[in-house]
T-cell receptor, first 112, second 112 residues
Framework: EAQVTQNPRYLITVTGKKLTVTCSQN?????MSWYRQDPGLGLRQIYY???????DKGDVPEGYKVSRKEKRNFPLILESPSPNQTSLYFC???????????FGPGTRLTVL | DAKTTQPTSMDCAEGRAANLPCNHS???????VYWYRQIHSQGPQYIIH???NNETNEMASLIITEDRKSSTLILPHATLRDTAVYYC?????????????FGQGTILTVHP
C-alpha cells in the first residue's frame, strides 16, 4: 500500500530539547516536503526536497532543519524547540509530473 | 496561482449528492483545479484535479465551467465519513513547484 508514515504521531516536549520527526514514503517519489498547520493560518510549507541531497526553504523555515540522505526518508529536525513551534506537522510527497500530493497522518507537537 | 472562493460551510444528507462550488475567476490557461479534503486533523487527501474537461474518479466528479471561472466537486453519494474540510486549489504546473496553498476551504457536514 502506498503510504507516507510519520513518527511520532504525538509529542510533548520542553523548550530547547532537540527532537526529530521522521517521515518515510514507499512510493519512490523524488519530491518531499514538510508543512505545519495552525488555526487560522492554514498549511504553510517549512522545507522541501526535490531529490536526494537537495533541500530548500519553504515559507517558514526558521527554527527547523531537514536532511535528505536517501529518497524514502525526510526527517524534520528541531534543534532547540520553542513554544511557537507547537503545531500540527505534515510530511508530503509529490508524484512527478503532477501537483498531486500525498500527506502523512500528521504529528502533533507541543513544546512547553 | 489564482485565488479561489468557496462557501464557508455546507450541509448534506447522507446518501445524497454533495455539490461543492468553487470560484476561480482569475484562473489562467495553464492552471489546473485541484481538490483536496482534510478529515479532522488528519493529513489532507487528494481527491481529483482537472484542467478544462470534466473529470471523474472513484471518489468524485469535477465539473469545470466552459469559461473555467468556476468548478463544482460532486460527491455522488455522500456518507458520514465524507464530513471534512474541502479545499479547492488552483495551480499552474511548475509554478512554485510542489507547494500547495490551502485557503479556508468548505466545511462539509454530512447528516444521517
Amino acid at each position: 500500500e502506498a503510504q507516507v508514515t510519520q513518527n511520532p504521531r504525538y509529542l510533548i516536549t520542553v523548550t530547547g530539547k532537540k527532537l526529530t520527526v521522521t517521515c518515510s514514503q514507499n512510493m519512490n517519489h523524488e519530491y518531499m516536503s514538510w508543512y505545519r498547520q495552525d488555526p487560522g493560518l492554514g498549511l504553510r510549507q517549512i522545507y522541501y526536497s526535490m531529490n536526494v541531497e537537495v533541500t530548500d526553504k519553504g515559507d517558514v523555515p526558521e527554527g527547523y532543519k531537514v536532511s535528505r540522505k536517501e529518497k524514502r526518508n525526510f526527517p524534520l529536525i528541531l534543534e532547540s524547540p520553542s513554544p511557537n513551534q507547537t503545531s500540527l506537522y505534515f510530511c508530503a510527497t509529490l508524484r512527478s509530473g503532477t501537483d498531486t500530493q500525498y500527506f502523512g497522518p500528521g504529528t502533533r507537537l507541543t513544546v512547553l | 496561482d489564482a485565488k479561489t472562493t468557496q462557501p464557508t460551510s455546507m450541509d448534506c444528507a447522507e446518501g445524497r449528492a454533495a455539490n461543492l462550488p468553487c470560484n476561480h475567476s482569475t484562473i489562467s490557461g495553464n492552471e489546473y483545479v485541484y481538490w483536496y479534503r482534510q478529515i479532522h486533523s488528519q493529513g489532507p487527501q487528494y481527491i481529483i484535479h482537472g484542467l478544462k474537461n470534466n473529470e471523474t474518479n472513484e471518489m468524485a466528479s469535477l465539473i469545470i465551467t466552459e469559461d473555467r471561472k468556476s468548478s463544482t466537486l460532486i460527491l455522488p453519494h455522500a456518507t458520514l465519513r465524507d464530513t471534512a474540510v474541502y479545499y479547492c486549489i488552483v495551480k499552474a504546473g511548475g509554478t512554485s513547484y510542489g507547494k500547495l496553498t490551502f485557503g479556508q476551504g468548505t466545511i462539509l457536514t454530512v447528516h444521517p
